[in-house]
C-alpha cells in the first residue's frame, strides 16, 4: 500500500490518496514501482487521512517483487510517534555491530488509547515510511527523498549517493569478491546507474551476507549505509556493514 501514485505512465504527475478521494473512484493509477503495470485504484480507511492505493482488480495485479505489493510497505502510523524519529540517529544505531539500547522503544499503550510510543529503528520499518510516501514528504524533519535512493529520487542525486541513506538495489553480474570480503550491488532498480560496495571485514558476516544475497539475486535488496565515493571512480560508492540489521531483501 503507498499513499501516492502516478497518473501518467511516464510516472511525471504525482497523485495523493487523499487528492484521489476527490475524484471518480473508479479512476485507476498507475504503480510508483516502474517496472510494474499495475492500476491503482483509492481505497478510504477512517477519513481522507487514511486513504492509500491498493491494485484491487484481479486483471492489473502488481508485477513479481514489485516493492508496493510487498508487505514490507505496510505502515501503521498509530504504532510510531513520528517525534521521536530522527534518520540520522537511526541510521548511527544500525550502523553498529550490536543491537542498540531502547532501539525498539515503549511498546506500552498511552493514554491515547490505541497509539504507541515506538520509534522506527529497524531497516524495514524505515523503508516501509520511505515507500509509502512520496519523496517530497516529510517524517521526522526529514525528506523522504533524502532517507531512501530508489527509481523515484534517483534525480535527487545527479552526482552520487553519499552519507547515510538507503538504498533499494539488486544484483547485476558480478557480485562478490571473496579475496575482498566485497558484494558488488547496483541501484536503482529500473535504472541501475549507481555500483555499490559493500565492505564486510568480519568473515563470518560476509560470508553470511554472500549466501543470503546468492540465494535472492532476483530479489529486491535493500541496505542502510554512510556512503562514501568509492576509488573506482564516478558512480562508484562504498560502505562498511557492521551486522545484517544494515539488509534485508524484500520476499
Given at each position: 500500500?503507498?499513499?501516492?501514485?502516478?497518473?501518467?505512465?511516464?510516472?511525471?504527475?504525482?497523485?495523493?490518496?487523499?487528492?484521489?478521494?476527490?475524484?471518480?473512484?473508479?479512476?485507476?493509477?498507475?504503480?510508483?514501482?516502474?517496472?510494474?503495470?499495475?492500476?491503482?485504484?483509492?481505497?478510504?480507511?477512517?477519513?481522507?487521512?487514511?486513504?492509500?492505493?491498493?491494485?484491487?482488480?484481479?486483471?492489473?495485479?502488481?508485477?513479481?517483487?514489485?516493492?508496493?505489493?510487498?508487505?514490507?510497505?505496510?505502515?501503521?502510523?498509530?504504532?510510531?510517534?513520528?517525534?521521536?524519529?530522527?534518520?540520522?540517529?537511526?541510521?548511527?544505531?544500525?550502523?553498529?555491530?550490536?543491537?542498540?539500547?531502547?532501539?525498539?522503544?515503549?511498546?506500552?499503550?498511552?493514554?491515547?488509547?490505541?497509539?504507541?510510543?515506538?520509534?522506527?529503528?529497524?531497516i524495514k520499518q524505515i523503508?516501509s515510511i520511505c515507500k509509502?510516501?512520496?519523496?517530497?514528504?516529510?517524517?521526522?524533519?526529514?525528506?523522504?527523498?533524502?532517507?531512501?535512493?530508489?527509481?523515484?529520487?534517483?534525480?535527487?542525486?545527479?552526482?552520487?549517493?553519499?552519507?547515510?541513506?538507503?538504498?533499494?538495489?539488486?544484483?547485476?553480474?558480478?557480485?562478490?569478491?571473496?579475496?575482498?570480503?566485497?558484494?558488488?550491488?547496483?541501484?536503482?532498480?529500473?535504472?541501475?546507474?549507481?555500483?555499490?560496495?559493500?565492505?564486510?571485514?568480519?568473515?563470518?558476516?560476509?560470508?553470511?551476507?554472500?549466501?543470503?544475497?546468492?540465494?535472492?539475486?532476483?530479489?529486491?535488496?535493500?541496505?542502510?549505509?554512510?556512503?562514501?565515493?568509492?576509488?573506482?571512480?564516478?558512480?562508484?560508492?562504498?560502505?562498511?556493514?557492521?551486522?545484517?540489521?544494515?539488509?534485508?531483501?524484500?520476499?
Amino acid at each position: 500500500m503507498a499513499n501516492h501514485a502516478y497518473r501518467d505512465k511516464e510516472r511525471r504527475d504525482i497523485i495523493l490518496a487523499s487528492e484521489a478521494l476527490e475524484e471518480n473512484r473508479d479512476k485507476s493509477f498507475y504503480c510508483p514501482y516502474p517496472l510494474c503495470n499495475s492500476k491503482l485504484f483509492v481505497c478510504a480507511g477512517d477519513g481522507s487521512r487514511k486513504a492509500y492505493f491498493r491494485a484491487t482488480k484481479s486483471a492489473y495485479k502488481h508485477i513479481a517483487n514489485c516493492p508496493y505489493a510487498n508487505s514490507s510497505v505496510a505502515f501503521d502510523d498509530n504504532k510510531f510517534n513520528e517525534l521521536n524519529f530522527s534518520f540520522e540517529n537511526a541510521m548511527q544505531n544500525l550502523l553498529v555491530k550490536k543491537n542498540p539500547k531502547n532501539s525498539s522503544g515503549n511498546s506500552k499503550k498511552s493514554s491515547y488509547g490505541e497509539h504507541y510510543n515506538l520509534t522506527l529503528s529497524t531497516i524495514k520499518q524505515i523503508y516501509s515510511i520511505c515507500k509509502r510516501f512520496h519523496p517530497n514528504y516529510s517524517y521526522g524533519n526529514e525528506k523522504i527523498g533524502r532517507m531512501i535512493l530508489d527509481d523515484r529520487t534517483a534525480y535527487w542525486y545527479p552526482k552520487g549517493v553519499f552519507g547515510f541513506k538507503i538504498i533499494e538495489s539488486c544484483v547485476k553480474g558480478r557480485f562478490y569478491d571473496s579475496d575482498k570480503n566485497e558484494i558488488y550491488l547496483v541501484a536503482p532498480v529500473a535504472n541501475p546507474n549507481y555500483h555499490f560496495i559493500l565492505s564486510i571485514s568480519d568473515i563470518n558476516l560476509y560470508n553470511k551476507i554472500r549466501n543470503m544475497v546468492f540465494e535472492n539475486k532476483d530479489k529486491i535488496i535493500i541496505v542502510a549505509g554512510d556512503w562514501k565515493p568509492s576509488n573506482l571512480g564516478y558512480g562508484y560508492f562504498e560502505t562498511k556493514i557492521y551486522s545484517d540489521r544494515q539488509i534485508s531483501i524484500l520476499n
